[in-house]
């Protein structure tokens, strides 16, 4: 029945919100508790709905955790900018995820998990920080590209964990504008490295 003049939800419209219900209710989850610790049972009850449901929409909870950790590639802008660009890029790129408007649970959880999980060690490796790395250094070029697109991916991954997951203090704490200023002009180096010692 029509509520306060409003049509009823079609089929469509409430599959759609309850598979979106279901996926926030897991980022949180996965995020705070990792994934062998989040159970379907919880999930289901954190978005409202019967753990029977989570299934007929995911399957299983690794199609779950794979659907609810997908890192926001849409935000990913440091393959589009000047080669000279690509550090700020990268920091800001990172601040966008974790402390913008959207992907920060996500990522959070695939963080959490990839050290205990093997499909969030493989996401996290392969489609956030290889796939990012290897544009990076057809951007970069020259000697040793892969390499510092690594290192500076590395880099960045390691602010990402140090300040959002273990939040060090003194990294957790400091203001964007601090760590631009001090990391930046870092992972700039990784743009020109020093020429190998000869010999």
């Known amino acids: 029945m029509p509520t306060d003049g409003c049509e009823p939800l079609s089929r469509d419209e409430r599959r759609r919100r309850s598979e979106a219900a279901i996926l926030e209710a897991a980022r949180a989850l996965f995020a705070e508790t990792g994934f062998e610790r989040t159970t379907i049972r919880a999930v289901a009850s954190a978005a409202g709905v ?69 499909e969030a060690n493989r996401t996290l490796r392969d489609d956030v920080m290889c796939s990012v790395a290897s544009g990076v250094a057809e951007r970069m070029g020259g000697e040793d590209a892969e390499l510092r697109a690594g290192l500076l991916a590395a880099c960045v991954m390691g602010l990402g964990l140090s300040r959002y997951l273990l939040q060090v203090p003194a990294v957790a704490e400091a203001s964007r504008a601090d760590i631009e200023r001090l990391l930046e002009p870092a992972l700039r180096a990784l743009l020109d490295p020093p020429e190998r010692p000869a010999g």
């Open 50 to 118: 019967d753990p029977a449901l989570v299934m007929q929409h995911f399957g299983s909870k690794d199609n779950l955790f794979t659907q609810a950790t997908r890192w926001a590639h849409d935000q990913v802008s440091v393959l589009d900018v000047p080669r000279e660009e690509v550090p700020a890029a990268a920091l800001a790129d990172l601040f966008e995820t974790f402390e913008g408007a959207g992907g920060r649970a996500g990522a959070i959880a695939l963080m959490r998990s990839c050290l205990t999980h093997p």
